[in-house]
């Protein structure tokens, strides 16, 4: 799956809000305490993909440090094995514009070892989900139940719907 790194990769990785193509993203520090094995997995894999695609939502693990790509479920969910790094490469421009990519760094960084952290388009932190060790007991299907809330929310749904029907 993808791979979002904190620590210092190579320049020709994409940055997150390039991955992101306009999307809200899901970032999950352990994808596998969300994997659900009362299904077959291919088709729990084939539900999930179609609700992230059609609701404009992009799954991605996160690492506060460079290591190895993850190789969860996420990665079968949107087929990409990139690592993905958070800011551009230009360290003038990354000083004067990428301050969303730097607070979405320092809450990362802040936050408990286990999370999953929904983040928009800009990269602003929507929201968090804490949990303790081992497997969750909130689905993924759950986070995008809470990222259409906050869509509402923030009036974001019919901008989001408009944009998809003129793409």
């Known amino acids: 799956m993808a791979t979002l790194c904190l620590g210092e990769i190579d320049c020709s990785a994409p940055?997150?809000?390039?991955?992101?193509?306009?999307?809200?993203?899901?970032?999950?520090?352990h994808p596998k305490d969300f994997e659900d094995d009362s299904l077959e997995r291919d088709r729990w894999l084939e539900i999930l993909q179609d609700d992230f695609r059609t609701q404009?939502?992009?799954?991605?693990?996160?690492r506060r440090s460079a290591g190895d790509l993850d190789r969860s479920w996420v990665g079968e969910l949107i087929d990409d094995h990139r690592l993905v790094r958070l800011?551009?490469?230009?360290?003038?421009?990354?000083?004067?514009?990428?301050?969303?990519p730097r607070r979405l760094r320092d809450d990362i960084l802040s936050l408990p070892k286990r999370f999953v952290?929904?983040?928009?388009?800009?990269?602003?932190?929507?929201?968090?989900?804490?949990?303790?060790?081992?497997?969750?007991?909130?689905?993924?299907?759950?986070?995008?139940?809470s990222v259409n809330a906050m869509r509402r929310q923030f009036g974001?749904?019919?901008?989001?719907?408009?944009?998809?029907r003129a793409g």
Request: glycine share 8%; with cysteine; charged share 25%.
């Open 15 to 29: 940055c997150l809000r390039e991955w992101l193509c306009g999307d809200w993203g899901l970032l999950f520090s």
């Open 56 to 62: 404009g939502v992009r799954p991605i693990a996160c």
């Open 87 to 100: 800011t551009g490469v230009d360290p003038v421009l990354d000083a004067a514009i990428e301050l969303p």
């Open 117 to 145: 952290l929904i983040v928009d388009e800009s990269l602003r932190r929507r929201g968090v989900l804490k949990y303790s060790p081992g497997r969750s007991n909130v689905s993924p299907l759950d986070l995008l139940a």
């Open 156 to 164: 974001i749904d019919s901008i989001v719907d408009s944009l998809r």
